[in-house]
Nanobody, 122 residues
Framework: QVQLVESGGGLVQAGDSLRLSCAAS????????MGWFRQAPGKEREFVAG????????NYPDSVKGRFTISRNNAQNTVYLQMDSLKPEDTAVYYC???????????????WGQGTQVTVSS
């Protein structure tokens, strides 16, 4: 069992940066690949970043590539999402999730946080 708690969301202006954190409970954090997803009102949840167990590989969709960076600290059981050059279309609830395999799809992720709101004003 892994419990995930996101933090760091808030209201920012377009062009600003924000860093989200996701703290995981348990001693098996390094056994899981981690992902960040987001869901905007009226839209489906979408993948925004993923990182493998050791932190040596990451992937992003084109919509955030070059602006978002995922990282992890296995000693502190935490995964981060650094978001730069934010746009109003980045406004959403952001979720972190844990999976045994790195994936861009939601299905393999078995543990989810409660989400943190990010709002980007124009």
């Amino acid at each position: 069992q892994v419990q995930l708690v996101e933090s760091g969301g808030g209201l920012v202006q377009a062009g600003d940066s924000l860093r989200l954190s996701c703290a995981a409970s348990g001693r098996t954090f390094s056994s899981y690949a981690m992902g960040w997803f987001r869901q905007a009102p009226g839209k489906e949840r979408e993948f925004v970043a993923g990182i493998n167990r050791g932190g040596g590989a990451a992937n992003y969709p084109d919509s955030v590539k070059g602006r978002f960076t995922i990282s992890r600290n296995n000693a502190q059981n935490t995964v981060y999402l650094q978001m730069d050059s934010l746009k109003p279309e980045d406004t959403a609830v952001y979720y972190c999730a844990a999976s045994l395999l790195l994936s861009t799809s939601q299905g393999p992720y078995r543990y989810w946080g409660q989400g943190t709101q990010v709002t980007v004003s124009s």
